[in-house]
Antibody, heavy 118, light 108 residues
Framework: QVQLVESGGGVVQPGRSLRLSCEVS????????MHWVRQAPGKGLEWVAV????????YYADSVKGRFTISRDNSKNTLYLQMNSLRAEDTAVYHC???????????WGQGTMVTVSS | EIVLTQSPGTLSLSPGERATLSCRAS???????LAWYQQKPGQAPRLLIY???SRATGIPDRFSGSGSGTDFTLTISRLEPEDFAVYYC?????????FGQGTRVEIK
């Protein structure tokens, strides 16, 4: 059974850092690219970042470039998102998602909530 | 960056009716890279359609996608109670992924 389980969310003050994790099971993690997608409360979906299967290529949305870093540990079947210099507008549920056919997001985790507030 | 605009914002229909959702792109999108998702409250999104018109695994045939260039459509032929949800289109281009703002399909 394919599962993506995010963790690491919480309440953090503006300007501080947080690291999210996404533990994967049920498929060969090391052969797929992985994404982070976020959803602010009551709002739509926003793609955040993508990382290739081997960690060699990564791309970011302009809104997080220079502040967030996506990484992975294939030996632990885990994807990470290091979030620095957090802002109120980063408040959202953060989902990890598997790279799917035709550049889609074919499997999603339930998400972890990040709240940036003083 | 390609902007996707979905319309209408909300669609009020009854079970059994046909739903037609629109997704318009600010510039031409490669059909191969146009997808649709369904999201219910408190749940993660679910992939419905990829490549503009191909159904994902396990998606009922009442869901269909069409379109090309800048205009794409998701059609639900006969709404079932479980289809009332928010629907998003999504595209990929130039190493960036973008979503439309969503269409809510609600029970009339």
């Amino acid at each position: 059974q394919v599962q993506l389980v995010e963790s690491g969310g919480g309440v953090v003050q503006p300007g501080r850092s947080l690291r999210l994790s996404c533990e994967v099971s049920g498929f060969t993690f090391s052969t797929y690219g992985m994404h982070w997608v976020r959803q602010a409360p009551g709002k739509g979906l926003e793609w955040v970042a993508v990382l290739s299967y081997d960690g060699g290529k990564k791309y970011y949305a302009d809104s997080v470039k220079g502040r967030f870093t996506i990484s992975r540990d294939n030996s632990k079947n885990t994807l990470y998102l290091q979030m620095n210099s957090l802002r109120a507008e980063d408040t959202a549920v953060y989902h990890c998602a598997k790279w799917g056919i035709s550049r889609t997001f074919d499997i999603w985790g339930q998400g972890t909530m990040v709240t940036v507030s003083s | 960056e390609i902007v996707l605009t979905q319309s209408p914002g909300t669609l009020s229909l009854s079970p059994g009716e046909r739903a037609t959702l629109s997704c318009r792109a600010s510039q031409s999108v490669t059909s191969t890279y146009l997808a649709w998702y369904q999201q219910k409250p408190g749940q993660a999104p679910r992939l419905l359609i990829y490549g503009a018109s191909s159904r994902a695994t396990g998606i009922p045939d009442r869901f269909s996608g069409s379109g090309s260039g800048t205009d794409f459509t998701l059609t639900i032929s006969r709404l079932e109670p479980e289809d009332f949800a928010v629907y998003y289109c999504q595209q990929y281009g130039s190493s960036l992924w973008t979503f439309g703002q969503g269409t809510r399909v609600e029970i009339k």
